[in-house]
T-cell receptor, first 111, second 110 residues
Framework: QKEVEQDPGPLSVPEGAIVSLNCTYS??????FMWYRQYSRKGPELLMYTYSSGNKEDGRFTAQVDKSSKYISLFIRDSQPSDSATYLC???????????FGKGTLLTVNP | SQTIHQWPATLVQPVGSPLSLECTVE??????LYWYRQAAGRGLQLLFYSVGIGQISSEVPQNLSASRPQDRQFILSSKKLLLSDSGFYLC?????????FGSGTRLTVV
């Protein structure tokens, strides 16, 4: 079983839709949960990170972590064409410097 | 503010040629530094990380090596490139949980 699983999509939605992106992980030692956005031919940029179970909101973005199910989600409200990108989840253990990434989900928001 | 510089942006190299990619970080001291490779359909693969000058940890046996001659400089090298070395190479740094990435180098080995 891979450490982090992410549906690669692609996912295509109309402008204004609510988008749900998800990852599952296998190692209960993971403590930090992150979402990155990557535009084509660019480096990933950190959108949000959370340390514990629950929700964290930042504008139109909400990150959700359920440690009991080993499941993390990113919700995008009122999606915009500028949100079109690949979204990668990433997870890290407590004392480990390394991040384990999902393969990314390609999202297209159509105007 | 912290910035990360990575160059070149694109590179086309023949099989068997050497490689040197450089990454520098500004605005922070003693960062953890990382080299990743991103190949189509395979996600981000950690190649090397460094917690200090001269300290390199390798994650994947391969044709590549890394060095950290200065606190904020990280170099990825190869003596002889293989076709399978093609990909998008990303340098990153961290002082907290998240990593900050550079703009990447797209390497094509022909």
């Amino acid at each position: 079983q891979k450490e982090v699983e992410q549906d690669p999509g692609p996912l295509s939605v109309p402008e204004g839709a609510i988008v749900s992106l998800n990852c599952t992980y296998s190692n209960s030692a993971f403590q930090y949960f992150m979402w990155y956005r990557q535009y084509s031919r660019k480096g990933p940029e950190l959108l949000m990170y959370t340390y514990s179970s629950g929700n964290k909101e930042d504008g139109r973005f909400t990150a959700q972590v359920d440690k009991s199910s080993k499941y993390i989600s990113l919700f995008i409200r009122d999606s915009q064409p500028s949100d079109s990108a690949t979204y990668l989840c990433a997870i890290r253990g407590g004392s480990n410097y390394k991040l384990t990434f999902g393969k990314g989900t390609l999202l297209t928001v159509n105007p | 503010s912290q910035t990360i510089h990575q160059w070149p942006a694109t590179l086309v190299q023949p099989v068997g040629s050497p490689l040197s990619l450089e990454c520098t970080v500004e605005g922070t001291s003693n960062p953890n530094l990382y080299w990743y490779r991103q190949a189509a359909g395979r996600g981000l693969q950690l190649l090397f990380y460094s917690v200090g000058i001269g300290q390199i940890s390798s994650e994947v046996p391969q044709n590549l090596s890394a060095s950290r001659p200065q606190d904020r400089q990280f170099i990825l090298s190869s003596k002889k490139l293989l076709l399978s070395d093609s990909g998008f190479y990303l340098c990153a740094w961290s002082v907290g949980p998240g990593h900050t990435f550079g703009s990447g180098t797209r390497l094509t080995v022909v």
